[in-house]
């Protein structure tokens, strides 16, 4: 039967399957990694600690008997913006004739459950004797909702993503077709060939920056509170790093297929913990270090500070620290390492 037509076409199939590093990721290495990556994310562990603020250090006394609570005494005005930052989850306030006022998003979970937790130690404070007269105001402040949270995430997913992607296979299809060969014949400097993949992203930057952006602020009100300008050398010093990550991995590669196998192991870690769509804090405090020195973890962090809490560039120091280090590092390397033919 192995000298079966039927039997050698079966073989060509699984050949064909075992030589493709794109299609091996996808359907062994990317469910393990997904696995793994939410199965640390979303562990069994002890209830979140949530932070608040009040205005009194009454409240704060009687707060801080509940454990899962963390809480903070704050001015008016500081209470205010950490609340429409998202900095803490529920801001407790007095009122005329001893009544507490409860200043939260009903629409956030953590506020709801921090509302819940904030009532009943007020109340155990009190000795539950005579009720606490209470009210609910109930705030939607553009930069705490989970959109807000979002977008900023999205952006540095799509900085990575059309960077890397569009810089490696462009490069590896010229490699393929042996048009690297042939500029090598010529006078260029080679420096030259892999800067000119750098800069020809900084062209479409600004199209998909203002799309992401414009389409979470037309449609959800995702606020932009820091300066434009500083969001935007943002942007442009996260494009370069990643494109000269994206350099790296096409320096050696021969196929498109290589190519995308190992892009696909280089950007799927980074997009499962470095924060796009949940917190990277949900991860164990040992691999917090790792993670924070990614460059997806730095430009999120960065533009999350910038849009939703006004934070200027030297706010964001480490952050652009990170993001420098990758790419005077992947650059130096790729062209180390470049294969010219």
Known sequence: MSEHPLAQLTLVRFREFVREPEAIF??????????????????????????????????????????????????????????RNGKIALLVTPATGGVVVYNYDNTNPDARSARMLAE???????????????????????????????????????????????????????????????????????????????????????????AVLGFGWFVFGVPVRGAIADLALLCVLASLSFSSLGLLIASRAQTIEAASGIMNCVMMPMWIVSGVFFSAQRFPDAVQPVIKALPLTAIIDALRANMLQGAGLAQVGPQIGVLAAWLVVCFAVALKLFRWR
């Open 26 to 83: 996808w359907v062994f290495i990317f469910p393990i990694l997904l696995a793994a990556g939410l199965g640390i994310a979303f562990r069994n562990r002890p209830p979140d600690v949530l932070k608040i603020g009040t205005l009194t250090p009454e409240f704060a006394q009687s707060l801080r008997r509940e454990k899962l609570l963390d809480v903070q005494v704050l001015s008016g005005a500081e209470g205010t913006a950490a609340l």
């Open 120 to 210: 009943d130690a007020i109340e155990n404070g009190a000795g539950r004797k005579n009720p606490v007269g209470s009210r609910d105001r109930i705030l939607r402040e553009p930069g705490s909702r989970y959109i807000d949270f979002l977008v900023p995430g999205l952006l540095g997913m799509n900085l990575m993503g059309s960077a890397i992607w569009g810089l490696g296979f462009a490069i590896v299809d010229a490699r393929r077709k042996k048009l690297i060969k042939r500029l090598v014949a010529t006078p260029m400097p080679r420096h030259y060939y892999l800067l000119s993949f750098v800069l020809s992203r900084l062209v479409l930057l600004a199209v998909e920056v203002a």
